[in-house]
């Protein structure tokens, strides 16, 4: 089992960033997909999640409006679209897989939000 991000670095604020998790070793398809995020001296948060086929989605309150999550089965790819980001932004984002108990990790990318 893998899951693999990409796409973090540094950007200005206001800026937007795609993020990628690509899975393997899995049924990519009927796993929840959650994108994470933990900052500097902080616990990690939810950020955003997906249901299986896509159907449903969530956001934490300080994203809502700004990040949008999607997913292509076929790729076996989930992203997060993040735009006007912001410095608070900052993090290592995690995406997650889970399903029935069963939870994968990767092991994140780092956004930067600074001027």
């Known amino acids: 089992v893998q899951l693999v991000e990409s796409g973090g670095g540094l950007v200005q604020p206001g800026g937007s960033l795609r993020l990628s998790c690509t899975a393997s070793?899995?049924?990519?398809?009927?796993?929840?997909m959650s994108w994470y995020r933990q900052a500097p001296g902080k616990e990690r948060e939810l950020v955003a999640h997906?249901?299986?086929?896509?159907?449903?989605?969530n956001y934490a309150d300080s994203v809502k409006g700004r990040f949008t999550i999607s997913r292509d089965n076929a790729k076996n790819t989930v992203y997060l679209q993040m735009n006007s980001l912001k410095p608070e932004d900052t993090a290592v984002y995690y995406c997650?897989?889970?399903?029935?108990?069963?939870?994968?990790w990767g092991k994140g990318t780092l956004v930067t939000v600074s001027s």
């Open positions: 997906i249901s299986s086929v896509g159907g449903i989605t």
């Open positions: 070793g899995f049924t990519f398809n009927a796993f929840f």
């Open positions: 997650k897989a889970s399903r029935y108990g069963m939870d994968y």
